[in-house]
């Protein structure tokens, strides 16, 4: 529950899977704060109608009571409207968010991520020509040293062969 004291202006640091996650917290409290808000609007009538039978019996003491128990209910009925109202506002600025969050993780420009890598390595955008030179070098090396291998595995086998001739290659 440590997510649920977060700010919804923290939703910038999320991915859209997470803030849609997060989101998805503040609704089911909000569904939880409205169902105890209920349960409280009903408390409240029942104690109005327990003001309302107690004046009718002339029981005063009783009536005093009962409003009483009935201004408890009302304040926290206000502090449940209050938390739900912002609930309500907290979850509407993060969905006007979250189309923002989507658009930022899309906005890869592959060319410039290319190049931003070019000049990380220290090389300058237009140097492609050298970095397509090195890697055909590197390439030769390879075969190069591919072919020695080869040529001496090759001899080594032609030497041996000659050692067992009842050996296959």
Same mark, same amino acid.
Do not use: C
């Given at each position: %529950? ?8 923290? &939703? ?10 997060? @989101?998805?917290?503040?609704?089911? =409290? ?6 105890? !808000? ?9 104690? %109005?109608?327990? @003001?309302?039978?107690?004046? =009718?019996?002339? /029981? ?11 201004? !408890?209910? !009302? ?9 739900? /109202?912002? &609930?309500?506002?907290? @979850? ?8 923002? &969050? ?7 420009? *592959? ?8 000049? /990380? =390595?220290?090389?300058? *955008? ?23 291998? &080869? ?8 030497? =041996?062969?000659?050692?067992? *001739?009842?050996?296959?290659?």
């Amino acid at each position: %529950m440590e997510q649920m004291e977060r700010r919804p202006e923290d &939703l910038f640091g999320m991915d859209p899977q997470e803030a849609k996650a997060y @989101i998805a917290a503040h609704l089911a =409290s909000l569904k939880l704060t409205e169902k105890k !808000r209920a349960e409280l609007e009903a408390d409240l009538a029942k104690w %109005m109608g327990r @003001i309302e039978l107690a004046r =009718s019996k002339g /029981a005063e003491d009783l009536a005093l009571e009962a409003e009483k128990a009935a201004e !408890r209910v !009302r304040t926290d009925l206000a502090k449940l409207q209050a938390e739900e /109202a912002e &609930l309500r506002a907290q @979850i509407d600025v993060m969905r006007r968010q979250l189309p923002g &969050l989507s658009a930022r993780q899309r906005t890869v420009d *592959p060319d410039l991520l290319e190049q931003e890598l070019l000049m /990380a =390595s220290g090389r300058l *955008p237009g140097d492609e020509a050298a970095a397509e030179t090195e890697r055909n070098l590197a390439k030769l090396e390879k075969e190069s040293k591919a072919a020695a291998d &080869l040529a001496a595995l090759k001899a080594k086998l032609t030497g =041996s062969k000659g050692e067992n *001739p009842g050996g296959a290659q």
